[in-house]
């Protein structure tokens, strides 16, 4: 059964340019996480799905962070424009009903 | 607001001992307690997942217990080996939202 996959693993921008991470969730799980994991912490959530629905997206700093889970499958994050403090690895979840959670390889986000 | 925590946050033990990693958490009201392993620069991998009606959970050399009331989780490896050392985090799932709230984890380096 093939994992979370995640894409890009790396990637390197100027602050105030946007940025875009892919993620394919495990097949048939219907809910789909976003954390954001800073050096030496634990990952901290940004949005949940629940299908297509953003169920608890109250961390998520909307006023430069988007995200979108189209056909309740595959999930874009979004950071327009980026900022220093966003360089962080991004990690993608999924779960079948709200149980335990697979995490994806990570995207490692540098802003320079 | 629960709140995690691992103490310490790294150590070194000589190959073949058998060891505990302690986490900790403040509201008891918990869902389920994960445990994950992290190497550098990969995403998490799970490795028990804990309900709260149960006590312990068990995988090969690895053993997790739960006490809820005490707001307590211990991992227990068996006769580590140097392939054991990697970062181990601990996440409770409070129900509310199914939301991970993880620990800073415990860098854990076994010496041949």
């Known amino acids: 059964e093939a994992g979370v996959v995640q894409s890009p693993r790396y990637k390197i921008i100027e602050k105030k340019q946007p940025v875009a991470f892919w993620c394919n969730p495990i097949s048939g799980h219907n809910t789909l996480y976003w954390y954001r994991q800073n050096l030496g912490q634990g990952p901290e959530l940004l949005i949940r799905?629940?299908?297509?629905?953003?169920?608890?997206d109250s961390q998520l700093p909307k006023d430069r962070f988007s995200a979108e889970r189209l056909k309740g499958v595959d999930s874009t994050l979004k950071i327009q424009p980026a900022e220093l403090g966003d360089s962080a690895v991004y990690l993608c979840?999924?779960?079948?009903?709200?149980?335990?959670?697979?995490f994806g390889p990570g995207t490692r986000l540098t802003v320079l | 607001k629960q709140e995690v925590t691992q103490i310490p946050a790294a150590l070194s033990v000589p190959e073949g001992e058998n060891l505990v990693l302690n986490c900790s958490f403040t509201?008891?009201?918990?869902?389920?307690l994960q445990w994950f392993r992290q190497d550098p620069g990969k995403g998490l991998t799970s490795l028990l997942l804990i309900q709260s009606s149960q006590r312990e959970q068990t995988s090969g050399r690895l053993n997790a217990s739960l006490d809820k009331s005490s707001g307590r989780s211990t991992l227990y490896i068996a006769a580590s080996q140097p392939g054991d050392s990697a970062t181990y985090l601990c996440a409770v799932d409070t129900g509310a939202n199914s939301k991970l709230t993880f620990g800073k984890g415990i860098t854990l380096s076994v010496r041949p």
């Open positions: 799905y629940e299908n297509e629905e953003a169920v608890d």
């Open positions: 979840a999924s779960s079948l009903l709200s149980s335990e959670q697979f």
């Open positions: 509201d008891s009201a918990i869902y389920n």
